[in-house]
């Protein structure tokens, strides 16, 4: 089991008595990959600042073993590090990883879930009845599933599996730049509990990480998840060296797709909200410099010969696509709901994805597509 920092961490405030200590909010991470750590490093700084949390974080871990033989969660413990996820940069001393997702969250009031979205089902039902009834959650997924009834976002997962209420933090944030402090803005979504949101501003808000919160959390949602797709399509652009403006264009489009997609799918969804950090500014740091971009240029240079799976394998060492598994979900809608006409971009990402099309057929789609804007 992993260790408590209760033991060696100095209670903040000497004049603080035991009852405040009793109600200060308890934060366990649930993920612990790349953006997973940068969270914890995040919160993990505010909770030694602040006096409304307890200062230690929990980290759930999906324990692996490294090639050296050690178990990742017991080397995160000893080094303060995420070797295999986020190298060289420490987490904070009162970040402790633990392995055991039961006990992870067990005395937990704030739930920040940050895991690939494909994970999170399996999750989900691993905490059903496990955790306390009045905890709040916070999801940074960037993802949907699709389900016979039609597409769940996740944190409707979290709040219909677990009975609790459920935020979103999406935002411009490619976690190696946040890990090095650098500058960026998030948006955190909020359903009816502006109090709640508050709190998780609070939680992450740093200097260097700049939190708003709207109360749209299907928009914020559906901005993070969607822009993924898009990802994927600026990278086969840049595969296939088509140059800026071709690259603007995708963006121009696939941005217009995201608006009126949300939109159909949830007519409550904010105009406004495209224009926080979760909208365009994370579209265009994704395909700027995200991780689907880098991946689907590979797959688009390759001429589509070699599989999202294998190039995932080969260049993200564990790490997980969020964009093509996105697509075929995306595709899963349009064609329950008879959408591929308004949505041709969204369309032909995935057919690309599957072999269907050439990556070239990235800018050849046009001739199908709407043009009413
Ligand atoms: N990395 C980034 O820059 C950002 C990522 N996000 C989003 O955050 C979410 C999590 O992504 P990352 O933290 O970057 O993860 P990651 O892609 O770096 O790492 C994969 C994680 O999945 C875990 N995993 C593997 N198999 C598993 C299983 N069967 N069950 C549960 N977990 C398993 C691994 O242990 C690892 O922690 C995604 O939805 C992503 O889109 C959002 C903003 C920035
Ligand atoms: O969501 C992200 C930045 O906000 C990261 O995107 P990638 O998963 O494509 O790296």
Request: with cysteine.
């Amino acid at each position: 089991m992993a260790p408590s920092l209760e033991s060696h961490i100095i209670p903040q405030g000497a004049e603080i008595g035991a009852d405040t200590l009793i109600s200060r909010s308890k934060v366990t991470v649930i993920g612990s990959g790349n953006w997973g750590s940068v969270a914890a490093k995040l919160i993990a700084s505010n909770t030694l600042r602040l006096g409304s949390f307890h200062d230690e974080v929990r980290m759930w871990v999906f324990e692996e073993t490294l090639p050296s033989g050690d178990k990742l969660s017991d080397v995160i413990n000893a080094t303060n590090e995420n070797v295999k996820y986020l190298p060289g940069i420490k987490l904070g001393k009162n970040v402790v990883a633990d392995p055991d997702l039961e006990n992870a969250v067990k005395d937990a009031n704030m739930l920040v879930f940050v895991t690939p979205h494909q994970f999170m089902e399996a999750i989900c039902k691993g905490l059903v009845g496990k955790i306390k009834t009045d905890a709040e959650a916070i999801s940074l997924v960037k993802g949907m599933e699709v389900k016979m009834e039609g597409p769940h976002m996740i944190s409707t997962l979290i709040s219909e599996q677990l009975g609790v209420n459920c935020s979103v933090l999406m935002g411009a944030n490619i976690a190696n730049e946040i890990a090095q402090e650098k500058f960026s803005e998030a948006t955190v979504g909020y359903r009816q509990n502006r109090e709640a949101a508050e709190k998780w501003v609070q939680l992450f808000n740093t200097p260097y990480f700049n939190v708003t919160a709207v109360q749209d959390v299907e928009g914020v949602e559906l901005c993070g998840t969607l822009k993924n797709v898009v990802a994927i399509a600026a990278g086969f652009v840049d595969g296939l060296e088509m140059g800026n403006n071709t690259k603007a264009a995708i963006m121009r489009l696939g941005l217009r797709e995201m608006k009126a997609f949300s939109k159909l799918l949830f007519p409550s969804v904010k105009d406004s909200t495209f224009f926080e950090s979760c909208g365009v500014a994370d579209l265009i740091t994704t395909c700027l410099g995200g991780r689907n971009r880098k991946v689907a240029e590979a797959f688009a240079k390759n001429g589509g010969k070699r599989s999202f799976d294998e190039l995932e394998k080969e260049m993200l060492q564990g790490q997980k696509l969020q964009g093509v598994s996105t697509a075929s979900e995306v595709y899963e809608v349009l064609s329950h709901r008879g959408w591929f006409e308004l949505f041709p971009l969204f369309s032909v990402v995935h057919e690309i994805c599957i072999g269907r099309l050439p990556p070239s057929a990235i800018v050849q789609y046009r001739e199908h597509k709407s043009r009413s804007s």
